[in-house]
């Protein structure tokens, strides 16, 4: 048997969970793993929950596959457990055969220009985890008073976003936005959404279904200059143009964003979403509250050095926000490449300061490897930790090292610590497990260490409560097949928890 930690709930952690049970069992001798999947929410999913945009119901369904993943009878969910609050890494290596990390990135990344804490500039993530009912976010946190909103970036997050401001609300009646956001996007002042690109078309990160979609919104008008899509009027060695002949998808946006600098759009829509090109964002201007945002022209030269022509324009906006990507943040006493915000690592294992793989940790999903990628991206970046990790304990059982040492040893698992697991023992309670179910709370390494912090995690059948619950809520309102509870207290109310997490 094979005791396995993974940090963290989203699609790295649970296919992580699920290529770990099925890897093993495919082994010439067969290892049976038992996994337990810690979130620091009461709810599993990641950013399949709290990012993908709730109009995207077809990618949001990948819940239903996770969900099997979760209720495998070698999988247990730990909800309600902050790696580096509730338990320490030391705890989870005492406890633990191996710990796989898969926290990903959840910190907005900054601009560093004046005026970016202005009130009315926002981090993406900031209004994406309030539409999204994440348990952060205050539900009150966005009103929507501004006629004109700029969102920075020009990735797949800015599509959303700008999307989620330019579409009518009524179209989000039969998702899961919570009640009062949908409230708020009823009464939502926006008229005018600018999305900034600091440099040209051909370099946007959007992938073009989702670019297409914006030109599909009932009501809303799509503008693009006609100037900044020629890709030789900022770009002096043809930059844009190479990437067009080289990736299909550049083409694709090309051709999308080309049907909008048509001279057929003559306004009238409620709404109007203009893209641009070749601007970078110099300063937020406000003094309490944002009114306008300073862009500077930028190009690529003759030397093919991108950068600022020193003319600027600015454009009279009430709301920015800034979708410049995502950054990880450091897990206590993990090692963390500061520059490049992951964790260092070898095809999943863990490295040390001087580089050598540390025994017994992993790592998964955009902690892994940054903040690219969709989620099936996911899928085979968890299946190379997984493999790194069960060769690892073939390496393992092939015997003992020089000196006979078996532990620790750099790249192989760490034995399950004996004084760890005969305190866990005794503990029966921390699972919410009486003592009559005291076997089972023996057989979990953690129990002791939680119930003496007072933590009591979200199981997975209270998990099922907040969903049942938010069925339940729908039905209610009359609108689609669940909406999500706003704030913390409903959801802890709907698995029966009257305190706060
Ligand atoms: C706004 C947005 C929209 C997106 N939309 C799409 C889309 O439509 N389609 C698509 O294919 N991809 C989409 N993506 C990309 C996709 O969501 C990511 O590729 C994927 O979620 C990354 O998986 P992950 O498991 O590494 O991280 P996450 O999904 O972020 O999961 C990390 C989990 O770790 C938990 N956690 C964090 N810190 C701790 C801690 N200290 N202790 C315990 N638990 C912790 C978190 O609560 C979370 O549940 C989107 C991304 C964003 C940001
Ligand atoms: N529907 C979907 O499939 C979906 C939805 C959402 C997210 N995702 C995925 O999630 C990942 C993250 O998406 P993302 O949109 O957050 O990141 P992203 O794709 O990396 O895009 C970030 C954007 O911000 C710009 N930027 C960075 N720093 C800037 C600065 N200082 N000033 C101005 N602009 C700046 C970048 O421009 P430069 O290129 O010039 O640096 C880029 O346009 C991506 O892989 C994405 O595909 C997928």
Same mark, same amino acid.
């Given at each position: 048997?094979?005791?396995v930690?993974v940090?963290?709930?989203?699609?790295?952690?649970?296919?992580?969970?699920?290529?770990?049970?099925?890897?093993?069992?495919?082994l010439?001798?067969?290892?049976?793993?038992?996994?337990?999947?810690l979130?620091?929410?009461?709810?599993?999913?990641?950013?399949?929950?709290?990012?993908?945009?709730?109009?995207?119901k077809?990618?949001?369904?990948?819940?239903?596959?996770?969900?099997?993943?979760? !209720?495998?009878?070698?999988?247990?969910?730990?909800?309600?457990?902050?790696?580096?609050?509730?338990?320490?890494?030391?705890?989870?290596?005492?406890?633990?055969?191996?710990?796989?990390y898969?926290?990903?990135?959840?910190?907005?990344?900054?601009?560093?220009?004046?005026?970016?804490?202005?009130?009315?500039?926002?981090?993406?993530?900031?209004f994406?985890?309030?539409?999204?009912?994440?348990?952060?976010?205050?539900?009150?946190?966005?009103?929507?008073?501004?006629?004109?909103v700029?969102?920075?970036?020009?990735?797949?997050?800015?599509?959303?976003?700008?999307?989620?401001?330019?579409?009518?609300?009524?179209?989000?009646?039969?998702?899961?936005?919570?009640?009062?956001?949908?409230?708020?996007?009823?009464?939502?002042?926006?008229?005018?959404?600018?999305?900034?690109?600091?440099?040209?078309p051909?370099?946007?990160k959007?992938?073009?279904?989702?670019?297409?979609?914006?030109?599909?919104?009932?009501?809303?008008?799509?503008?693009?200059?006609?100037?900044?899509?020629?890709?030789?009027?900022?770009?002096?060695?043809?930059?844009?143009?190479?990437?067009?002949?080289?990736?299909?998808?550049?083409?694709?946006?090309?051709?999308?964003?080309?049907?909008?600098?048509?001279?057929?759009?003559?306004?009238?829509?409620?709404?109007?979403?203009?893209?641009?090109?070749?601007?970078?964002?110099?300063?937020?201007?406000?003094?309490?509250?944002?009114?306008?945002?300073?862009?500077?022209?930028?190009?690529?030269?003759?030397?093919?050095?991108?950068?600022?022509?020193?003319?600027?324009?600015?454009?009279?906006?009430?709301?920015?926000?800034?979708?410049?990507?995502?950054?990880?943040?450091?897990?206590?006493?993990?090692?963390?490449?500061?520059?490049?915000?992951?964790?260092?690592?070898?095809?999943?294992?863990?490295?040390?300061?001087?580089?050598?793989?540390?025994?017994?940790?992993?790592?998964?999903?955009?902690?892994?490897?940054?903040?690219?990628?969709?989620?099936?991206?996911?899928?085979?970046?968890?299946a !190379?930790?997984?493999?790194?990790?069960?060769?690892?304990?073939?390496?393992?059982?092939?015997?003992?090292?020089?000196?006979?040492?078996?532990?620790?040893?750099?790249?192989?698992?760490?034995?399950?610590?004996?004084?760890?697991?005969?305190?866990?023992?005794?503990?029966?309670?921390?699972?919410?497990?009486?003592?009559?179910?005291?076997?089972?709370?023996?057989?979990?390494?953690?129990?002791?260490?939680?119930?003496?912090?007072?933590?009591?995690?979200?199981?997975?059948?209270e998990?099922?409560?907040?969903?049942?619950?938010?069925?339940?809520?729908?039905?209610?309102?009359?609108?689609?097949?669940?909406?999500?509870?706003?704030?913390?207290?409903?959801?802890?109310?709907?698995?029966?928890?009257?305190?706060?997490?």
């Amino acid at each position: 048997m094979l005791n396995v930690a993974v940090v963290g709930s989203g699609p790295a952690g649970l296919y992580a969970a699920e290529a770990l049970v099925k890897q093993a069992a495919a082994l010439p001798e067969p290892v049976r793993v038992r996994v337990d999947v810690l979130d620091r929410l009461p709810t599993p999913y990641g950013l399949v929950r709290y990012g993908v945009a709730p109009d995207h119901k077809s990618i949001k369904s990948i819940a239903q596959y996770l969900r099997k993943v979760l !209720e495998s009878p070698d999988v247990r969910f730990v909800g309600g457990v902050l790696l580096g609050e509730n338990v320490t890494r030391d705890e989870l290596l005492a406890a633990y055969d191996a710990v796989i990390y898969a926290t990903g990135a959840m910190r907005d990344r900054r601009l560093g220009i004046p005026g970016e804490d202005l009130p009315g500039s926002y981090a993406a993530t900031d209004f994406v985890n309030w539409y999204c009912g994440h348990p952060d976010s205050d539900s009150a946190a966005f009103t929507l008073d501004a006629e004109s909103v700029a969102v920075i970036g020009v990735g797949n997050v800015a599509v959303d976003v700008a999307r989620i401001l330019a579409r009518d609300p009524a179209e989000l009646h039969a998702t899961d936005v919570p009640q009062p956001v949908l409230d708020a996007l009823h009464a939502s002042k926006v008229r005018e959404v600018h999305v900034i690109g600091r440099r040209g078309p051909a370099h946007a990160k959007f992938t073009t279904k989702e670019l297409r979609e914006l030109g599909e919104l009932d009501g809303v008008e799509v503008v693009v200059h006609p100037d900044e899509v020629d890709l030789s009027a900022f770009d002096q060695v043809g930059e844009g143009t190479a990437l067009a002949e080289s990736d299909r998808r550049v083409r694709g946006n090309l051709v999308t964003i080309a049907s909008w600098a048509q001279p057929a759009h003559t306004g009238g829509a409620a709404r109007r979403l203009t893209l641009r090109f070749w601007l970078r964002p110099a300063e937020i201007l406000g003094t309490e509250h944002v009114s306008g945002l300073v862009l500077e022209r930028t190009v690529i030269d003759a030397a093919g050095r991108f950068g600022g022509t020193g003319s600027y324009e600015t454009l009279p906006v009430q709301m920015v926000l800034r979708s410049v990507g995502y950054q990880s943040v450091p897990l206590p006493g993990v090692p963390f490449d500061e520059r490049a915000s992951v964790v260092p690592n070898a095809a999943g294992r863990v490295l040390g300061p001087e580089g050598q793989p540390l025994p017994g940790e992993y790592v998964a999903g955009w902690l892994k490897r940054g903040p690219t990628g969709v989620i099936g991206t996911n899928k085979s970046d968890a299946a !190379e930790t997984v493999r790194s990790l069960l060769e690892d304990l073939a390496g393992l059982a092939a015997g003992p090292g020089e000196g006979g040492t078996l532990l620790p040893r750099p790249g192989l698992l760490r034995y399950p610590d004996p004084v760890a697991e005969a305190t866990a023992g005794g503990v029966a309670a921390a699972m919410g497990a009486d003592a009559a179910a005291g076997a089972e709370a023996a057989e979990w390494p953690l129990a002791s260490v939680l119930a003496g912090r007072g933590v009591t995690p979200v199981s997975y059948d209270e998990w099922l409560c907040i969903e049942a619950a938010e069925a339940e809520l729908a039905k209610a309102l009359g609108r689609g097949e669940r909406v999500k509870l706003a704030g913390r207290d409903a959801i802890w109310a709907a698995c029966r928890r009257p305190e706060a997490f």
